[in-house]
């Protein structure tokens, strides 16, 4: 087991320090066809989830309003905007004493551009930063940009790419996009990576992906590794329902921790902290 390298992260206002205790971050989905069908556009229900989260412990609330799913039509940009803006003010209004960190997940500019001035922390960006759009947009609002390796446009499907080493080319990759975030006038202290686990990958690569995440630490930023419910951990269990994957998730969690990963994006707050938890007290 690697220790968590020592960095920080700054947004909008605060700064963790790491090494500590692993992050969650907690997914609540505003739409009706998310992959692990817990989403819903009932705003009261979304706060409902929200409120078991934090409750359990989370320590980022990612709010999503359009799945990543392939197989799903866009949403417009209007339509996001109209699901995020009202969580975002209800969130606010009733989290006040000690909120955990706010993330919205959004790959348009235009939708970042009206929805983080109301106070977001991290802008969870599936794009892979093709433009510095985002970038400058986070400078702009204080808010971390969390960069995701990935291939082409998003909610379209890249079932066959292969590479030749998917390390090698994740490490090119954030070298571009974290000098590109630079440039654009972010600073560094803002930046997360994210590995992308299932986006642009064969079964494989994700499966190296989590034996090797160790390698990303030269960027010396910290590494959120999107774990829950995977189809990766589908097709090594040959479990097609993702909410039956929590167990696999718990694994890859571990497998995270044993690697320095400093955040685990999850569904399942609760099995995700103890196994966090777990890990904490073998290690002391």
């Given at each position: 087991?690697?220790?968590?390298?020592?960095?920080?992260?700054?947004?909008?206002?605060?700064?963790?320090?790491?090494?500590?205790?692993?992050?969650?971050?907690?997914?609540?989905?505003?739409?009706?066809?998310?992959?692990?069908?817990?989403?819903?556009?009932?705003?009261?229900?979304?706060?409902?989830?929200?409120?078991?989260?934090?409750?359990?412990?989370?320590?980022?609330?990612?709010?999503?309003?359009?799945?990543?799913?392939?197989?799903?039509?866009?949403?417009?940009?209007?339509?996001?905007?109209?699901?995020l803006s009202p969580f975002i003010d209800?969130?606010?209004?009733?989290?006040?004493?000690?909120?955990?960190?706010?993330?919205?997940?959004?790959?348009?500019?235009?939708?970042?551009?009206?929805?983080?001035?109301?106070?977001?922390?991290?802008?969870?960006?599936?794009?892979?930063?093709?433009?510095?759009?985002?970038?400058?947009?986070?400078?702009?609002?204080?808010?971390?940009?969390?960069?995701?390796?990935?291939?082409?446009?998003?909610?379209?499907?890249?079932?066959?790419?292969?590479?030749?080493?998917?390390?090698?080319?994740?490490?090119?990759?954030?070298?571009?996009?974290?000098?590109?975030?630079?440039?654009?006038?972010?600073?560094?202290?803002?930046?997360?990576?994210?590995?992308?686990?299932?986006?642009?990958?064969?079964?494989?690569?994700?499966?190296?992906?989590?034996?090797?995440?160790?390698?990303?630490?030269?960027?010396?930023?910290?590494?959120?590794?999107?774990?829950?419910?995977?189809?990766?951990?589908?097709?090594?269990?040959?479990?097609?329902?993702?909410?039956?994957?929590?167990?696999?998730?718990?694994?890859?969690?571990?497998?995270?921790?044993?690697?320095?990963?400093?955040?685990?994006?999850?569904?399942?707050?609760?099995?995700?902290?103890?196994?966090?938890?777990?890990?904490?007290?073998?290690?002391?």
């Amino acid at each position: 087991m690697i220790d968590q390298p020592t960095t920080s992260l700054k947004c909008h206002g605060k700064t963790i320090h790491f090494p500590r205790k692993p992050m969650v971050m907690s997914i609540v989905n505003i739409n009706d066809d998310s992959f692990s069908g817990d989403g819903t556009l009932d705003a009261d229900k979304a706060m409902e989830l929200t409120r078991r989260h934090i409750k359990a412990g989370a320590d980022i609330i990612d709010i999503g309003a359009e799945s990543a799913r392939t197989n799903r039509d866009a949403i417009s940009i209007d339509e996001e905007i109209a699901r995020l803006s009202p969580f975002i003010d209800a969130f606010k209004e009733e989290f006040t004493d000690r909120p955990p960190l706010l993330s919205i997940n959004t790959w348009r500019p235009e939708v970042a551009n009206a929805i983080l001035p109301l106070g977001v922390d991290i802008l969870n960006d599936i794009g892979a930063l093709p433009t510095p759009e985002n970038a400058e947009i986070c400078a702009k609002n204080d808010t971390a940009l969390l960069i995701m390796h990935s291939v082409g446009a998003p909610k379209v499907a890249h079932l066959s790419e292969k590479y030749p080493d998917v390390i090698s080319t994740m490490r090119a990759f954030f070298e571009e996009k974290i000098e590109i975030a630079l440039s654009a006038g972010l600073s560094g202290e803002r930046i997360i990576l994210d590995p992308g686990i299932d986006f642009a990958k064969q079964r494989d690569d994700n499966l190296r992906v989590y034996r090797d995440l160790e390698e990303l630490h030269s960027f010396g930023r910290p590494i959120l590794l999107p774990v829950s419910r995977k189809t990766v951990i589908g097709d090594v269990l040959k479990i097609e329902n993702p909410q039956d994957r929590d167990a696999g998730t718990v694994s890859s969690i571990i497998a995270g921790i044993q690697r320095g990963a400093h955040i685990f994006r999850v569904h399942n707050t609760d099995a995700a902290l103890q196994a966090i938890q777990t890990m904490d007290a073998l290690k002391q």
